[in-house]
């Protein structure tokens, strides 16, 4: 299908967004206080200490900031199938020309352009001025890090994507995306920087894709891996992407055959 | 004193004047600019206990407003309403208990539960006495023919068969009067008429009062013996249905049907509504244009493949009435 | 009196019934609110596991902390959830059917609909939470013990319902609300999960005098517990939730009133 309709579909996204600014301004403010909720957490944790198992305070404000920051422009929108299976459209949705899952994704860049240049840059300014955040480590490090925050949002949506996918079968999946929410943020570092888990929890994460999301590219950021090991954790973010986008569409191909549709 | 006396009520909305953009909104978060806009202006009317009645009336006319004062969930800015003795926006709990109000596009039953569930919950809200519930469930289950969905979840019924249990559901408590508002909107044909029976089978039965307010003109031909139309906030037809066929007794309507695709020129004295490219229907009093006359014009102009000529329909009336400020 | 007990009942059945339609969906969801507000609490446990207090405050403390905020609204929710959804309620036209019926208006948004799954959701959170703590944090139970704690749990379900009953009430002049509940109840809320006096004076001053959080479950925390902290605050606000519980209520039933009069006759 034609490139330009999946733009014109993210223009369209991205301009229906703009459409809600009160919830908007709302939005920012609520992503502030979440962050200013740790850091001040952390910054009595901290007392007058300097750093605690060789990180920093302001490792720690870093990780936040990019998290927080990461997840407000990355949101996939987990009811993008379920809704349409919910109120019966998925029928015609599946006639259109446009592959459904191209539209899946085309929607959600559009709405991240959109969080990128009004949620996160406004956040990010706030946090910079007010906390003290670290400069990345390097050029390279930014540029990798622009690299591992997008995987890490192809990692982010492809758990989405799975996980609407049972919609098929559940039809009513609030409950399933509830904990997959508590799993990516406790998991992810979005809530406490992986550094702090307890050494048996970093074992257990290496077999779940969740701190490929956010924490591999704070580490690239910070400047914590050496060439190897980010090329390593890349690759990481790559396989998991690709593991989770093939089992989530076995199901698609499964689901589409069952289509149940509810609503009369 | 009549069983509904309406007396010049008035009813103006404020209507907020949004601003746009973000300091528009701010703005109008704390200090809004609103505008009035009249929608009832000084009607009147009275109604004896077990008419029909008929409200009619284009969108916006201020119809729904003149129900909800009617059913106590509005004041009105001026004049009163009575009902039975009683105010209804007055004396809310002990009024609505005597009423029964249908909205065909909002039900009012449990979506997830069977129908039963929700009766048994109104019998419980209306505090109706355990044999007067058994007696109206069993009259409303076998008129209505409900017994085969009575168990069954709402959201698995047919409109139609929602559509019963919902006006089911308004008579419960045995209400003196029902206000039904779109009651038959988008029921099949058959459902239509199941419904239209009941409902003039307990008016002449239970002498219930009861007022529709529709745009289906044939529920109202087939049910109320009166009609009140409703135009821009004022009352300007009240009587009945033949009264306003005999307003416009000479009016006439000719459907002409073409061989090729036509839009007829406009001809005076004649309005001309294009049904679609080979059918037009021309509406014309009889006494200022003679239909000889016309039917040669056509005739002789167009290609012409068939014409029938009858009265005009109600819709055709009605709508030709609320063009016009006021009727006789 | 009796049919008024007796609708209540029938309310009740229903909505139970409403909900456990969807049966596995019925306890997948207790268990996801459950795990979704247990987040917080376990993201601090791992915290703690590392640093070991949060401004003197252990980890059963932090617990008992938490405890009380759940427990409050997962009683509060039973009866409050109406309000909590007043806005769909106002949009979607059954507020006018509420006016149809022959009780009182408050009466049919507060016992119509009990979001069960929230309740059972938040309260088991935090009664499991009061378990594990409870015995670890030194507390003697005894008569006024006892006593504080059912009247101050009582005075934060109060507190939370009053502002609840406030944005509900907001539906009526205002399209939307969502955001602004956001906001102000669960944004403000996310702070209560920690001792406030981490936090700088201008958010202190919002969690006890704006949106008084600190008086459900920090105040009366400290009432048991009489952490350090406690010193920079008046030790009178200790004792001070019900009062607050019944004041918030009050006005927001008062404003409640006066608007369902403007509903009336604004038109809608």
Redesign the interface.
């Known amino acids: 299908m034609r490139l330009g309709a999946y733009f014109a579909y993210a223009k369209k996204t991205f301009l229906g967004k703009s459409a809600y600014?009160?919830d908007h301004l709302m939005g920012i403010l609520s992503t502030v206080l979440q962050f200013f909720i740790f850091y001040e957490i952390y910054r009595a944790l901290y007392g007058t200490g300097k750093s605690v198992d060789g990180i920093t305070m302001s490792m720690v404000t870093t990780n936040f900031v990019l998290s927080l920051g990461l997840s407000t422009i990355f949101s996939p929108n987990d009811y993008f199938l379920p809704g349409r299976i919910w109120d019966g459209s998925i029928s015609t949705e599946l006639l259109r020309p446009m592959s459904f899952k191209g539209r899946m994704i085309a929607e959600n860049v559009g709405e991240s352009f959109f969080n990128l240049l009004f949620k996160f840059i406004p956040v990010l300014l706030i946090a910079i001025f007010t906390t003290g955040m670290e400069k990345p480590a390097g050029a390279q490090n930014m540029v990798l890090f622009v690299v591992s925050s997008i995987l890490g949002y192809g990692v982010l949506f492809t758990i989405s994507f799975l996980v609407q996918m049972t919609a098929f079968w559940l039809i009513n999946i609030w409950s399933l995306i509830t904990i997959k929410d508590v799993l990516v943020n406790v998991l992810s570092g979005k809530m406490i920087p992986l550094w702090f888990m307890p050494v048996w929890m970093i074992g257990v994460l290496k077999f779940t894709p969740f701190a490929s999301i956010y924490f591999t590219p704070v580490e690239i950021y910070l400047g914590q891996l050496s060439g190897r090991e980010t090329l390593i954790k890349c690759l990481v973010q790559i396989v998991w992407i690709v593991i989770i986008f093939l089992i989530g569409n076995v199901l698609w191909n499964k689901g589409q055959k069952k289509l149940v549709v509810q609503?009369? | 004193m009549s069983f509904i006396e309406v007396d010049n009520i008035c009813?103006?909305?404020?209507v907020s004047k949004r601003k746009s953009g973000?300091p528009g909104?701010v703005a109008n978060?704390f200090a809004p600019k609103f505008e009035d806009k009249e929608?009832v202006k000084n009607i009147s009317f009275s109604i004896d206990k077990g008419e029909m009645v008929g409200f009619v009336g284009p969108n916006g006319a201020g119809k729904s407003?003149t129900i909800?004062m009617l059913?106590?969930?509005?004041?009105p800015?001026s004049g009163s309403i009575s009902v039975g003795g009683t105010i209804p926006?007055k004396q809310?709990?002990?009024y609505?208990?005597r009423?029964g109000?249908v909205?065909g596009q909002?039900s009012?039953l449990?979506?997830?539960?069977p129908v039963i569930?929700s009766f048994?919950?109104l019998k419980?809200?209306?505090?109706v006495p355990d044999d007067v519930y058994k007696k109206n469930l069993d009259r409303y289950t076998e008129l209505l023919d409900m017994s085969k969905f009575l168990k069954q979840?709402v959201?698995?019924?047919?409109l139609g068969q929602r559509m019963r249990a919902d006006i089911a559901a308004a008579l419960l408590h045995s209400p003196e009067i029902v206000f039904f508002d779109e009651p038959t909107i988008g029921v099949d044909v058959v459902g239509k008429e199941n419904i239209r029976n009941f409902i003039r089978e307990l008016n002449a039965e239970d002498k219930v009062t009861m007022l529709f307010t529709t745009h289906d003109m044939q529920d109202i031909e087939k049910t109320c013996n009166r009609l009140i139309i409703i135009n821009k906030g004022s009352k300007i037809y009240d009587g009945t249905l033949d009264g306003v066929r005999k307003l416009h007794g000479s009016s006439r309507q000719l459907d002409v049907f073409f061989a090729n695709e036509v839009s007829v020129s406009p001809i005076p004295n004649v309005e001309i509504e294009e049904v679609d490219k080979r059918h037009s229907q021309l509406i014309f009093d009889g006494k200022k244009v003679h239909i000889n006359d016309l039917m040669s014009h056509l005739l002789s102009t167009y290609n012409v493949k068939d014409m029938s000529i009858a009265e005009p329909d109600i819709d055709s009336i009605i709508r030709k009435i609320y063009s016009k400020e006021k009727v006789a | 009196m009796g049919?008024t007990l007796?609708?209540i009942t029938?309310?009740s059945k229903?909505t139970a019934?409403?909900w456990f339609?969807y049966r596995v969906d019925a306890f997948l969801r207790s268990l996801a609110v459950f795990l979704r507000e247990a987040t917080g609490i376990i993201v601090i446990y791992f915290t703690l596991l590392k640093f070991d207090t949060l401004s003197g405050w252990n980890i059963y403390e932090m617990l008992f902390l938490f405890s009380l905020l759940f427990l409050t609204y997962g009683i509060m929710i039973i009866f409050f959830t109406g309000l909590r959804d007043f806005g769909k309620t106002v949009r979607?036209?059954?507020f006018?059917?509420f006016?149809?019926?022959?009780?009182?208006l408050l009466f049919q948004i507060l016992f119509a609909n009990a979001d069960w799954f929230a309740a059972i959701g938040h309260g088991g959170l935090g009664i499991t939470l009061f378990i594990l703590s409870a015995g670890k944090v030194g507390i003697k139970w005894s008569g006024a013990n006892i006593c504080y704690y059912l009247i101050t749990v009582a005075g934060g379900v109060l507190i939370q319902g009053a502002v609840f009953l406030f944005i509900a009430t907001l539906n009526i002049y205002?399209l939307q609300t969502d955001s602004l509940k956001e906001m102000l109840y669960w944004d403000m809320r996310k702070f209560a999960g920690y001792p406030i006096s981490i936090f700088n004076k201008f958010i202190q001053t919002l969690m006890i005098y704006v949106m008084p959080f600190a008086f459900v479950n920090y105040f009366p925390a400290q009432y048991f517990l009489r952490k350090e902290d406690m010193a920079a605050y008046p030790e009178v606000y200790i004792y001070l939730t019900p009062v607050v519980g019944i004041a918030m209520y009050i006005l927001a039933y008062l404003f409640w009133r006066y608007s369902i009069r403007f509903y009336?006759?604004?038109?809608n």
């Open positions: 600014r009160f609503g009369g | 009813k103006k909305y404020k973000i909104m978060l929608a407003t909800k059913s106590g969930i509005l004041y800015d926006y809310r709990k002990e609505v208990g009423i109000v909205f909002k009012q449990q979506w997830d539960l569930d048994e919950l419980a809200i209306y505090s979840p959201r698995q019924l047919s | 049919d007796h609708l029938v309310y229903t019934k409403a339609q979607d036209g059954s006018d059917r006016m149809l019926r022959p009780r009182g205002l009336k006759s604004s038109g």
